[in-house]
């Protein structure tokens, strides 16, 4: 009796850990640029380089092994260990250095000139929250910058500056649609950038 129960208890264990694992593989997806949606492993990062960095082409893997790799502008989006990426056609104005300036804090989309990236999204609404990520040459170390983007604009400006904080006189001039929220930055009643999309919210759209 005691043999059959943990057999049986066996069994279910397996083929628990079986279905836990379909659907974990399932949770990555690629979308195409035709909408198709393809499940599987994605990659996006090398890590198996002696430096981290960004694969040329993003990896697919399927249920039986089978890996694909898509060029980055044939992807519209992409998930990968829970977090979502959407791509979009980035440039800065012309006075600042190619390919992504760090300290000029508007970034344009363009799709005639822009360079194609994929950024990281945080939430979406009327004030959307994405992160741009990058490696610097020779660092293994994944960095991200935080930017924001109004419903209606058609670009994006950066919202902080790393352990330094929001850059608020940026966001101060970005927000003139809302003297409550650019006088709570202005007074550091606001320190984090979730909390500056949630007084947008909350303040700035009724």
């Known amino acids: ?3 059959t129960l943990l057999l049986c208890w066996g069994l279910i264990f397996s083929s628990c850990l079986g279905i836990h694992a ?3 593989e399932q949770d990555d997806y690629l979308v195409l ?3 198709d949606t393809i499940y ?3 990659s996006y990062i090398n890590e198996k380089a002696i430096n981290r960095g960004f ?3 993003i990896r ?9 790799k898509y060029k980055r502008e044939r992807l519209k989006a992409f998930r990968v260990n829970g977090m979502v990426y959407h791509g979009f056609w980035l440039s800065q104005p012309p006075q600042s250095f190619p390919p992504i300036s760090l300290v000029n804090p508007r970034y344009n989309i363009d799709f005639n ?3 194609y990236y994929f950024l990281k999204v945080i939430s979406n609404g009327n004030l959307s929250h994405y992160e741009l990520e990058w490696f610097d040459q ?3 170390q994944l960095w991200s910058l935080s930017l924001l983007k109004k419903v209606h604009n058609d670009y994006f400006i950066r919202a902080d500056q790393g352990i330094m904080g929001l850059k608020k006189k940026v966001l101060q001039r970005y927000f003139t649609d809302c003297g409550k929220l650019q006088e709570k930055i202005k007074n550091s009643e606001i320190k984090e950038v979730w909390q500056v999309v949630e007084a947008y919210d909350n303040n700035c759209n009724r």
Request: charged fraction near 35%; glycine fraction near 14%; hydrophobic fraction near 15%.
């Open 60 to 68: 697919s893997t399927d249920a039986q092994g089978k890996t694909k």
């Open 40 to 42: 599987g492993r994605v």
């Open 138 to 140: 020779g660092d293994s």
């Open 55 to 57: 694969h040329k082409k």
């Open 33 to 35: 640029n035709t909408n």
């Open 22 to 24: 379909q659907f974990t």
């Open 113 to 115: 000139d822009g360079k």
């Open 1 to 3: 009796m005691t043999k």
